[in-house]
């Protein structure tokens, strides 16, 4: 077999990306006949068929599906070179950057200040959601790092690093104080706020009532840690929130902390970003001051 022609190659995997001729024309700015002529000489290089019809779409045969695979790879990790080549060129560092919706912004905010320094011109794109949906977007490249409550197994997540940056403890506040009941039966006099089960703190949460044996009434489930506490303070109602982030303020009282569960800090990232100068320094920085429970890395890149 002769050697491939790549532009063949590229306009197979857009095709397969979008599921029609006519879409990966527009993509790539050709004609869909145009297109389809260089699918069909691909094809008698590769001596088999790449599509069948399926609706008014194009899904890949079984030789095509072989074939995609292969290609994902290839143009992924040259969409990942031209990544690093890129910021490092650029005047500016671009990074952006994910943040679990449950997660403090206070406590996040310190975090972030870390990547950033004078003297360093870095571009700082933040955006917020869930654990899941960010880690769709870092497996497909859309981001560059989260940072979330929860780590990754590398060996689920291959290219996928995660670097536990610390935890913080975690208390149950109220903008009066409880004094009829001690902790934790007070928390079935009033109701209560807690971070949404798909959260890993909410699920500790939950798991943690349930082992009390206590009967709560929970009166709402937040992904926004913010949203959840503004909510509390108006509901007069209990709600969670990292100790870190709440003991200063004046008119919330703590009603009891978990000792036995805290907010996890983590930064995810890609391989491709290992070598970029913020993540370099969020991987090496010492949070012990920010996190006073303080614990090694879960997995570090060497």
């Known amino acids: 077999m002769n050697q491939l022609n790549f ?6 995997w857009q095709i397969c990306k979008s599921g ?3 879409v990966a024309a527009e993509v790539l700015s050709l004609t869909p006949q145009t297109i389809t002529g260089q699918i069909k000489t691909l094809e008698e290089r590769l001596q088999g068929k790449l599509f069948r019809r399926q609706g008014r779409g194009l899904v890949p045969t079984e ?6 695979r292969y290609a994902d790879r290839m143009f992924t990790l040259g969409q990942e070179m031209l990544d690093i080549v890129n910021y490092r060129k650029e005047s500016h560092l671009l990074l952006d950057v994910g943040v679990a919706d449950a997660l403090s ?8 200040e870390t990547a950033v320094v004078a003297e360093e011109k870095i571009h700082l794109r933040c955006f917020e959601s869930t654990h899941e949906m960010l880690l769709e977007q870092l497996s497909q490249h859309k981001l560059d790092m989260i940072i979330s409550d929860c780590s990754i197994d590398p060996t689920q997540q291959e290219g996928l690093f995660s670097v536990k940056l610390g935890e913080c403890p975690i208390s149950f506040w109220s903008t009066q104080p ?15 706020l807690i971070p949404g089960r798909r959260s890993m703190l909410g699920r500790k949460i939950l798991n943690w009532i349930t082992t009390q044996g206590l009967q709560v009434e929970i009166l709402g489930e937040f992904d926004d840690a913010a949203l959840m506490k503004a909510f509390g303070a108006r509901q007069k109602a209990i709600f969670v929130a990292p100790l870190l982030e709440i003991s200063h303020q004046e008119g919330i009282y703590e009603v009891g902390q978990l000792d036995a569960v805290s907010e996890e800090y983590h930064i995810l990232f890609a391989e491709r970003m290992i070598q970029h100068p913020a993540v370099q320094r969020l991987c090496h920085a010492d949070f012990s001051g920010l996190f006073p429970r303080q614990s090694t890395d879960e997995k570090k890149p060497a």
């Open 178 to 192: 409880l004094t009829e009941h001690a902790f934790p039966a007070c928390l079935e006099t009033r109701p209560l």
């Open 20 to 22: 029609s001729v006519t």
């Open 63 to 68: 030789l095509g599906q072989l074939v995609f």
């Open 105 to 112: 912004k206070q406590l996040v905010s310190k975090v972030l």
């Open 7 to 12: 532009n063949h190659l590229y306009y197979f």
